[in-house]
């Protein structure tokens, strides 16, 4: 954008690193309804079948680079950042997984519906494009929620090519919805921030032995989904009572046929895939593919302590101008 320079924000990028977003904003309406499985509301065992012979595990990451104050001379305070967002795929057949479809991208964004300039930085021997992307929140966070939904779009162009020949596409984290309606996809969400079940209900989940699950329930809201809680693995003595559970979603459009089918191989073939405490702290929730993804991803993202001098050097030589 003309006339707009770019100002550094001189504290670390990952200051508010422990504000953690999940997804979309949620808006559901009341209690779901539990009945749409028709079993009762009790734990259900795993099915006896065989693992698909493709499943897919996709994630992101993300990471701020550097934060900065826009100056348009209208005194108003424009907050962005310098952002990387990573996506990408674990393709697991019978007898190999390797990585696949993954993609790094980087923007630049800023609040209060400003376009910034795109912005090249040199890194060493490499050039790094980042795209301008804005929002039309003043939020202090609004910059890091519009890298958050970037991030999902780059999860959903991974995702939708796979479901093609995938038995199913288990993506970490809530849904992405701007995905087509009938991917076969399965969101996994190892953060409980909400139960969605009556206190009554919930109690199941306590109850829950390892490979069970509840039976699906109906999330209705803006975005309704298709969910049921799976444990993965059993507490310590000394771990809460819903430690190891994760709670799994599919989209309403697929049905509750094929919600059920998805609910059943998750129940079958995800408990197989559970990482131990010493290899990841976040075990048994975070899954052995999509913790292994992460660290891929991670690394391809480049060293941010060069990224973070790139961009202070490209802004000191802007302001010698």
Same mark, same amino acid.
Do not use: F, K, N
């Given at each position: 954008m003309a006339n707009t320079r770019l100002r550094l924000d001189p504290w670390?990028?990952?200051y508010e690193s422990a504000i953690q977003i999940d997804g979309f904003d949620d808006d559901s309406e009341g209690p779901p309804d539990i009945t749409v499985e028709g079993v009762g509301w009790k734990p259900i065992e795993p099915?006896? &079948?065989?693992r698909p012979d493709l499943i897919h595990f996709v994630d992101g990451v993300r990471r701020i680079e550097a934060r900065v104050i826009l100056d348009d001379g209208s005194n108003h305070l424009i907050r962005g950042l310098f952002?990387?967002?990573a996506a990408g795929a674990?393709?697991?057949g019978r007898k190999r997984a390797e990585y696949e479809s993954l993609w790094v991208q980087r923007f630049v964004v800023a609040g209060s519906g400003i376009t910034p300039d795109a912005q090249s930085l040199?890194?060493?021997n490499t050039t790094l494009s980042f795209h301008p992307r804005s929002t039309e929140k003043t939020e202090p966070r609004a910059?890091?929620?519009?890298? &958050?939904?970037l991030m999902r779009e780059e999860e959903a162009m991974v995702a939708a090519p796979l479901a093609a020949d995938s038995a199913c596409v288990f993506a970490d984290g809530p849904l992405n919805y701007s995905t087509a309606p009938d991917l076969p996809a399965v969101g996994i969400v190892k953060s409980l921030y909400k139960a969605y079940l009556e206190?009554?209900?919930f109690g199941l989940v306590r109850q829950l032995n390892k490979g069970q699950r509840t039976p699906v329930f109906l999330i209705t809201g803006k975005y309704n989904r298709f969910s049921w809680y799976l444990r993965v693995g059993t507490p310590r003595p000394m771990d809460h009572d819903i430690a190891g559970v994760l709670r799994l979603e599919a989209r309403s459009e697929l049905g509750i046929k094929q919600a059920i089918q998805l609910a059943n191989l998750s129940a079958a073939c995800i408990p197989a895939f559970v990482a131990e405490s010493f290899r990841d702290p976040r075990a048994p929730q975070n899954l052995l593919p999509v913790g292994a993804l992460?660290?891929?991803l991670r690394h391809r993202l480049g060293d941010p302590l060069s990224i973070r001098r790139a961009i202070e050097a490209k802004l000191f030589a802007e302001t010698k101008q």
């Open positions: 670390p990028a990952d099915t006896s &079948q065989a952002g990387s967002v674990v393709r697991v040199c890194v060493a910059p890091l929620d519009r890298l &958050q939904t206190p009554v209900h992460e660290r891929e």
